[in-house]
């Protein structure tokens, strides 16, 4: 342990009410009524407390620092620092804090602390112009924000309107005081004096069981790729059971071997899927990760105890094929989603040792809501139908009812199920506890997510007869071309076969005889070459792609425009297929 964590741990026990035998005093439950005693609000803030009090020791998070140091903090550790947080925040009376952050110990904390004092957060995407970040914290009304030092130019847009509002930096280094610390660790510092200024109440004077689990605890903003951000509003009883879900559908409490997550996915993005919460309900370890760095990412891997992570099907591609691939010696789950993956990564996937969890989601649903359970009975399948069977998005979550494709071709707020034949296409809706209260502000946004009585995806789909659905496209990305119905993602999925092919983006192009016709656009494996019409020629005559489905036209470019989650932003193609500039 280094000096100023030793440092840290003897100031906090001077902080505390007295510990139980484990080391930590737990917050008491609280009752809805004096003879209801068997209820308590469903709130992920109590799983912070409770790992500390049972498991004080465990190691709760491993970082590699802004200033290069190999920092690991405890859960007793972790629980304190979000607690004095808490009382930070509760002492200068903050409800509404924004974050501004990358994968860091300090955006881990605030989630925990900023719920403790009965706040909501609003964490927002550090790759969005300053313009959306100035309009997200604005339109939140946030009072003050945690930022990232690396981060504070991004806060110019937003400083120029709202100069009043305060700013806590983190520095994101291995010390906790003294010159190397920052207003973060102070702000820390400052609420653990606060309690035990006031009597030392510990997490007995926060609000780690909420006082109502309907209450929001977060604001998730969308991308707002071709629209301005809309805040999607968390309740802390959505937040607990999809982080229940999580645990359970993504195996990350299982015996044998404490779960070692690498935070690869961005904390901000749908609130990292609720796995801040789900990892620190099995007391996990977090590998928190400053940016996706893919040797980094294969040396943690190779060498620390890494069990699980997240991940879009783009990061996962280039993972597969990074020079330091090699396949690992023991299984590692990963959650796949964000966008539908190929049957071809998932081959990728699990010659590496890489066992993929397929999920779908939204971020109106806390993130992941199906999944795609792998039967038994598929092991005898052929591998290429196998792993098609795999790529499916399945089957709604454990904590969540039966996903449902309903008609697409109806009037507002009809609600017809299609048939479940794998063939009729229609809407992806879901219904149930992990479906988000709505769009904070804007209640017409609301209505419309809403129409009929089910949360609308816009993604378009087919239902199988086993119940389990299958993706084939957004509403608009769906080609129609001389009447055939052709699936960008089917054809993204075809063209990725290809064996110096990385990545593809296909989307429609008008055309004079058929209407449309789908182009595409690839990215080409290291150290290959490959040109446009080799692609062609290899759909047409070796792929076995459709012949109505075959692009006439394909262009090699260096990289393939995505979001901050690893979609491929098929607007921005659109937009090339007219002429559009690359820069």
């Not at 937003?158 to 010390?175: C, E, G, H, M, R």
């Not at 943690?300 to 691939?325: D, G, Q, Y």
């Not at 119905?485 to 055309?511: Q, R, W």
Request: charged content about 25%.
């Amino acid at each position: 342990m280094s000096a100023s964590k030793s440092r840290l741990s003897s100031l906090l026990g001077h902080f505390q009410q007295p510990p139980d035998a484990n080391g930590i005093t737990a917050p008491a439950p609280v009752n809805k009524s004096e003879h209801n005693v068997n209820f308590h609000t469903l709130s992920p803030t109590f799983f912070l407390p409770r790992a500390a009090s049972i498991e004080p020791d465990a190691e709760a998070i491993y970082h590699i620092t802004a200033n290069d140091r190999v920092l690991r903090r405890t859960y007793l550790e972790t629980a304190d620092r979000a607690r004095g947080l808490a009382f930070y925040l509760k002492k200068h009376g903050y409800k509404r804090v924004g974050i501004l952050c990358p994968n860091t110990p300090a955006f881990l904390e605030s989630i925990f602390g900023i719920a403790a004092a009965g706040g909501v957060n609003v964490a927002v995407n550090y790759r969005l112009k300053e313009d959306d970040i100035a309009y997200i914290f604005t339109h939140s009304e946030a009072e003050v924000i945690i930022v990232d030092q690396e981060y504070l130019p991004l806060l110019k847009a937003y400083q120029s309107v709202k100069p009043n509002v305060p700013l806590i930096v983190d520095t994101d280094t291995d010390a906790i005081e003294g010159e190397l610390a920052g207003p973060f660790d102070e702000a820390v510092l400052e609420g653990l004096n606060h309690d035990r200024d006031k009597g030392a109440a510990g997490w007995d004077g926060l609000e780690s069981l909420a006082a109502s689990e309907d209450d929001i605890v977060a604001l998730a903003y969308t991308s707002g790729t071709t629209a301005r951000p809309k805040g999607v509003e968390y309740t802390h009883r959505g937040c607990y059971l999809a982080a229940m879900g999580n645990i359970i559908e993504s195996g990350l409490n299982f015996h044998g071997k404490r779960c070692g997550y690498l935070w690869i996915l961005p904390m901000f993005h749908a609130m990292g899927w609720t796995f801040p919460w789900a990892v620190t309900a099995v007391r996990g370890t977090h590998y928190c990760l400053r940016k996706v760095d893919y040797p980094q990412i294969w040396k943690l891997l190779k060498e620390e105890r890494i069990t699980h992570f997240n991940a879009a099907p783009t990061v996962n591609t280039i993972l597969c094929s990074s020079p330091k691939a090699e396949r690992l010696p023991e299984p590692v789950q990963v959650t796949v989603a964000a966008s539908p993956p190929t049957p071809h990564l998932f081959e990728q996937m699990t010659g590496l040792n890489l066992h993929p969890v397929h999920v779908y989601g939204m971020t109106e649903t806390y993130g992941p809501i199906t999944k795609g359970y792998h039967m038994p009975a598929w092991e005898k399948l052929p591998r290429k139908e196998m792993f098609g069977r795999m790529a499916r998005q399945g089957h709604g979550f454990v904590t969540s009812l039966p996903v449902r494709v309903i008609k697409a071709d109806v009037p507002e707020g009809t609600i017809i199920d299609v048939k479940r034949d794998g063939k009729e296409i229609g809407e992806i809706v879901f219904i149930g506890n992990i479906c988000s209260r709505g769009y904070y502000k804007d209640p017409e946004a609301t209505r419309k997510l809403f129409a009929g009585g089910v949360l609308h995806s816009g993604d378009l789909a087919v239902w199988h007869p086993d119940g389990a659905v299958q993706i084939l496209d957004r509403a608009k990305d769906i080609i129609i071309s001389g009447g055939e119905n052709i699936s960008s993602v089917a054809l993204e999925s075809m063209l990725v076969t290809h064996p110096d092919i990385l990545e593809a983006g296909v989307v429609a192009v008008p055309d004079s005889h058929w209407g449309e016709r789908p182009k595409a656009f690839v990215t080409v494996k290291a150290g290959r070459r490959l040109e446009g019409k080799d692609v062609v020629d290899w759909a047409r005559n070796t792929s076995g792609i459709s012949k109505f489905m075959v692009p006439r036209e394909v262009e090699v470019v260096a990289e393939l425009p995505k979001t901050s989650t690893g979609k491929v932003r098929k607007n921005i193609l659109r937009d090339w297929a007219k002429g559009a500039s690359r820069s």
